[in-house]
Each structure stands twice: as structure tokens, then as C-alpha cells.
């Protein structure tokens, strides 16, 4: 009876190993599956591209409208635009002033005019007789003379000029001309020449 019970246990000993041997077949099989498809599945997420849809953009930020006070809400309003001033009309001569200016004898040539309203300074415009414009200068006073006119020619006993005058507003914007007043610049007179005594022998 011993021997059959040494050989029963013996028996169940070696199935016992071999359960075993088979189960540790079995999970090996398994962990080598698992682990196959799990290289397989990170391969595919390393190779496969990237979809420029799929990847989250940050959000972009907008700046609100400027709000004001009368519609809370205004889209940003066009640059106003500068409102000049009217223009102002020629200023008239001195009623004391004659018809015709003559040059003194210093070359100057006497000016006066009544003042405009409003007026911020006057454009003084001398041209010659053929309409060549000579000189333009501005004035804030309404009394002047007027100097630095080219003199006539030595063989000319006087040269003809006309003057004329506008107004500037506070844009320094001169309005149109008023009427010509003529200038006449005298000459120097012709020497006459000189007889040399005539000495006569006795």
C-alpha cells in the first residue's frame, strides 16, 4: 500500500508540473501577442502624418470697436476736414492818394491803402509796364514806401511800373487783386555837356 501511495503522489506531482508548464506556455503566448500589437499600434501613430485640422489653434483675440457716447458702438471715423476761411476782398488806396505815384528823389514811392476787416496782412504786387511781375512783398501796415524798384536806364528819364494789392485771412490766403495804380520812377536828368572856355591870344 505504501508503494501505490508513493506512486499516486508521484503521479500527481507530475501532473501537477505539467499544468503548470503548459500555463506558463500559455501566458507567455499571450504577453508576446499583447505586446506585439502594441508595438504595432505605435509604429502606426509615429509614421502616420499629422492633419493640420486636427490640431487645436489657439483662439484669436479681437479688439473691440471704440465705444463713444453717442452709439456706445462707432467704427473709427474719417479725419475731419479743415473749413478755410472765406476770402477777403482788396483793400481800397488812400483817398489821398494821387492817381499817379511818383518816385522822391531818394528813389522811394509813398503808398497808403484803407485797412480790410480781418485782415492778417496785404500782398503788395509790382509788375513792370509789359506785365513782368518785379517785385512781391508782404506788408502788415497800411502806410509804406516802396524801395529797391530797378531805376531807369541812363538814357531813360523815367520807367513805368503798375502796383497792386490783396488781402491775406488768418490762412494766410490772399483773395484777388484790387485796381492798378501806376508808378512812374524818374530818371536822373541828361547832363548837358560842358563848353570849355576859349582862351584868345591878343
Known amino acids: 500500500m505504501a508503494d501505490i501511495d508513493v506512486m499516486l503522489e508521484t503521479c500527481n506531482v507530475g501532473k501537477q508540473r505539467g499544468l503548470d508548464f503548459f500555463a506558463g506556455i500559455v501566458v507567455g503566448a499571450v504577453i508576446m501577442l499583447l505586446a506585439s500589437r502594441l508595438f504595432t499600434a ?3 501613430l509615429l509614421v502616420a502624418p499629422t492633419n493640420p ?12 470697436p471704440p465705444v463713444t457716447d453717442s452709439n456706445k458702438v462707432a467704427t473709427h471715423s474719417k479725419k475731419s476736414k479743415k473749413v478755410h476761411l472765406p476770402l477777403l476782398p482788396p483793400p481800397h488806396f488812400a483817398p489821398t492818394l494821387p492817381q499817379v505815384l511818383y518816385s522822391n528823389a531818394k528813389g522811394e514811392v509813398p503808398l497808403a491803402w484803407l485797412p480790410v476787416d480781418n485782415a492778417r496782412r496785404y500782398e503788395v504786387r509790382i509788375t513792370d509796364d509789359k506785365g513782368h511781375r518785379v517785385e512781391l512783398s508782404g506788408w502788415v501796415h497800411t502806410n509804406i514806401s516802396l524801395t529797391g524798384l530797378p531805376p531807369p536806364a541812363l538814357n531813360e528819364s523815367e520807367r513805368v511800373y503798375w502796383v497792386e494789392i490783396a488781402t491775406q485771412n488768418k490762412d494766410q490766403m490772399a ?27 591878343e
Open 42 to 44: 505605435k509604429k502606426r
Open 53 to 64: 485640422s486636427s490640431v487645436a489653434q489657439p483662439p484669436v483675440q479681437k479688439s473691440p
Open 175 to 201: 483773395g484777388q487783386y484790387g485796381p492798378k495804380r501806376k508808378i512812374i520812377y524818374l530818371g536822373k536828368a541828361l547832363s548837358t555837356p560842358k563848353i570849355e572856355s576859349i582862351h584868345v591870344e
